[in-house]
């Protein structure tokens, strides 16, 4: 008995006060939180019980921030849908009130699951010696339980390689200061596993090329105009001595 009290209560707990209600699709969880996918759709619908008079204005608060309405959905039941839904709707409060009475109102909040954007396969040419840094997006909601590299399809040797992995939350970085044919030209892949979405990865196909000689382009042209701007100057300054001379 006591649990179905419980119960009860959590169910009107978040979604619904006395005299106002939220309908929500897809359903929100008896602690008034929608999980939906990212880009997919919510559509929630306030309405009123029959305590309370059904020619009463509605107001809707996203985070705390009034949402505009349109004139014929303000009165007795008023809808809004959020299409897509994206990333920033994560944690997002919806909030209903009677526009008389803000302490009449219910809200539902949104829990917006995506898994990391990691899909096909990038080539990447980095020149001998030089740096080669390999990224993956690991936002996940759920957070990913394990994000992981591979080279030729076994676990990367850090060690061996000279390989350093950081991640900062958003992005995990595979990285080499100087990139060497023999230890580097490889296939990576970089694998993440969510507990909802199962895994995803990405592939990076990377070719060490031999060092190309930089011509250095701009001295050059700056060593040019120099000697030239010398060559008329000091010609001008002959010539002046030459005609005064011949005064
Ligand atoms: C607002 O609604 C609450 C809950 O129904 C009620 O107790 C309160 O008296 C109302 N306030 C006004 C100003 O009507
Ligand atoms: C959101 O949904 C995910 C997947 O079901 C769950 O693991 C996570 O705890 C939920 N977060 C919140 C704040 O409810
Ligand atoms: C990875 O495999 C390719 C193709 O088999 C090979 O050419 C390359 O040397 C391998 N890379 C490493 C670092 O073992």
Redesign the pocket.
């Known amino acids: 008995m006591f649990k179905l009290t419980l119960f009860l209560c959590l169910l009107y707990y978040g979604t619904q006060t006395l005299g106002i209600n939220i309908n929500a699709v897809p359903d929100a969880n008896t602690e008034g939180i929608i999980q939906v996918e990212l880009e997919n759709t919510v559509s929630l619908v306030c309405g009123l019980d029959s305590s309370t008079p059904s020619d009463e204005e509605l107001v809707w608060l996203r985070n705390g921030a009034v949402v505009s309405l349109k004139d014929g959905n303000k009165m007795g039941r008023s809808s809004v849908c959020i299409n897509p839904v994206i990333y920033e709707d994560n944690g997002a409060t919806f909030t209903c009130h009677l526009h008389s009475n803000t302490s009449v109102t219910a809200s539902v909040t949104l829990n917006v699951t995506y898994h990391p954007e990691l899909t096909g396969s990038e080539e990447v040419t980095v020149e001998m010696d030089s740096p080669l840094v390999l990224q993956c997006d690991m936002r996940a909601n759920p957070p990913v339980s394990s994000m992981t590299w591979s080279?030729?399809g076994s676990m990367v040797d850090l060690l061996e390689g000279g390989f350093a992995v950081t991640n900062d939350g958003f992005t995990s970085t595979l990285q080499v200061s100087k990139a060497e044919k023999?230890?580097?030209?490889?296939?990576y892949q970089c694998i993440s596993e969510s507990l909802l979405y199962g895994q995803s990865s990405k592939t990076f196909k990377v070719t060490v090329t031999d060092k190309t000689i930089k011509f250095p382009l701009m001295p050059l042209i700056a060593g040019v105009v120099v000697v030239g701007l010398t060559v008329i100057l000091a010609f001008v300054s002959r010539w002046k001595k030459i005609t005064k001379c011949c005064k």
């Open positions: 080279l030729n023999l230890l580097h030209e490889a296939t």
